[in-house]
């Protein structure tokens, strides 16, 4: 029998890896394969034997926005080799394609086994190109590729029908406690990235909602992410830190797929399934197995895996296909194609937030203001020889204009500052400056303003403003 993997394979799974890649390559361990269950774009498929069970598995992954399905390794243990299994598993992965509606499935195979890509041929596959230096040993592969052009009578994109009503997974008030930072990549071209609103919130080949938080106190302070329908847990995987990766580590991370750090999976009815990543290390509440309502707590927003900042990345999906939660659509579709919200009630778009301001005595730091980026009421004059006011912006888009003032107790203009947006940002962080030099800043009340201006595809004005006030004493 062949079936997709659970949890419950992974011991098995590592043992057949351990049997079958010492050369090719390094064998993937248990905690790996935890992470690979966590991945929506993962398929495993295990050949289940009556008596003996598990005996081989296939690994594959959907890739290029769905349209591909790469068959990365197939593993027998040495044993039962030569009996078909791999040939079968094979079979089943290009059934689970053909289902799933994606249009072509790739994989590499030995130059030097005729035999193998004899037995691809007969199913249709061809040879699209070769690669040297692929194995362990040195030995060169060739890349086989096969296309189901039938799948082009089917209707593309779906949208679902049967999809559950999500309410917001995490415990905030969107705009004042949490803003929605980043939304699915709607576009399927390359290097070009839309939200299904049109709008620059995204970027290239994003598959989720990002609920970003304010700081890192609000996350040690707790906020929780809550499932968003009635369901089970299926996995998790926790013990991620939670912290700013760096490039290297960001590298290491996605190469052993573990981007979503610490990550819940929970399933719900009719083959649908939401994902929770980046969650605060030591924060689960729930385990596998364990049937949730919508609006049960299951763990903190967190720092973990591949997070530029604090906040949930969540992803909902069926049969291996992700959807936008925003249109209903799923990935690939066109932007403001006909809309079918999952979420009830219904979330409201923002294209951009000035989501934090504030005073500080001397210059500005990013790295500080990413701990902490609460704005003081009060500062002592004694301290304020500089005063700069500073903002960090959720969704600046390029083309904006954004001007920063720091207006005095006379309600004179103290400093001025007018930046055009080089380039689309999910945050963006500036600040401007008054030296009062020796003579320190005057008692009184001081406010920061800060403008941002767009003309929208449409040719309409979308201006937000901002102002903060602090009292020098």
């Not at 003081?376 to 969704?395: C, D, M």
Request: aromatic letters at 8%; proline letters at 5%; hydrophobic letters at 35%.
């Amino acid at each position: 029998m062949i079936r997709k993997a659970t949890m419950d394979d992974i011991p098995l799974l590592a043992r057949i890896e351990m049997a079958s890649f010492q050369k090719e390559r390094y064998p993937i361990d248990e905690e790996s394969f935890y992470e690979l269950m966590l991945s929506p774009a993962q398929v495993i498929l295990v050949y289940e034997d009556t008596e003996k069970g598990v005996i081989g598995h296939l690994l594959a992954e959907v890739m290029d926005r769905q349209t591909n399905l790469s068959i990365d390794s197939i593993a027998v243990l040495p044993e039962y080799r030569g009996k078909g299994i791999g040939k079968d598993l094979v079979k089943a992965a290009l059934e689970f394609a053909k289902k799933r509606n994606i249009p072509s499935v790739s994989l590499e195979t030995p130059e030097g086994d005729r035999n193998l890509r004899e037995f691809y041929y007969s199913l249709q596959f061809k040879d699209t190109g070769r690669e040297d230096n692929f194995y362990g040993d040195g030995t060169a592969c060739i890349i086989m590729k096969l296309i189901f052009t039938l799948l082009l009578l089917l209707p593309l994109p779906a949208f679902a029908q049967d999809a559950p009503k999500l309410q917001m997974p995490v415990a905030c008030e969107l705009g004042k406690t949490c803003w929605l930072v980043n939304y699915p990549d709607t576009d399927s071209a390359p290097d070009v990235a839309r939200d299904y609103s049109c709008g620059p919130l995204t970027y290239e080949g994003h598959d989720g909602s990002d609920f970003g938080i304010r700081d890192l106190v609000a996350m040690e302070t707790g906020v929780p992410v809550l499932a968003a329908a009635d369901g089970k847990i299926l996995r998790t995987r926790e013990g991620a830190a939670d912290l700013m990766p760096s490039k290297e580590e960001i590298k290491a991370l996605l190469t052993e797929k573990k981007g979503c750090g610490n990550g819940i999976v929970i399933e719900h009815a009719n083959g649908w399934q939401t994902l929770y990543c980046h969650l605060k290390n030591g924060s689960f509440k729930v385990k596998e197995g364990q049937q949730v309502k919508s609006g049960t707590p299951i763990g903190l927003v967190g720092h973990s895996g591949v997070a530029e900042f604090p906040h949930l990345h969540f992803t909902i999906m069926k049969n291996g296909k992700i959807y936008d939660p925003f249109s209903g659509a799923t990935m690939g579709a066109e932007c403001k194609t006909t809309q079918q919200t999952f979420w009830n009630p219904p979330l409201t778009y923002e294209p951009v937030s000035l989501y934090a301001a504030g005073f500080k005595s001397g210059v500005p730091d990013l790295d500080g203001l990413r701990i902490d980026a609460t704005a003081p009421s009060y500062l002592r004059q004694n301290e304020s020889k500089i005063l700069t006011f500073w903002t960090i912006i959720y969704g600046a888009a390029a083309g904006d204009k954004i001007e920063l003032e720091i207006i005095g107790p006379d309600n004179q203009v103290l400093a001025h500052r007018e930046i055009i947006q080089p380039s689309t940002r999910a945050r963006q962080f500036y600040y401007i400056g008054k030296d009062f030099k020796e003579i320190l800043a005057p008692k009184g009340e001081y406010t920061g303003v800060i403008t941002l201006s767009r003309t929208e595809a449409d040719g309409k004005a979308l201006i937000r403003t901002r102002d903060t006030v602090v009292k020098i004493h």
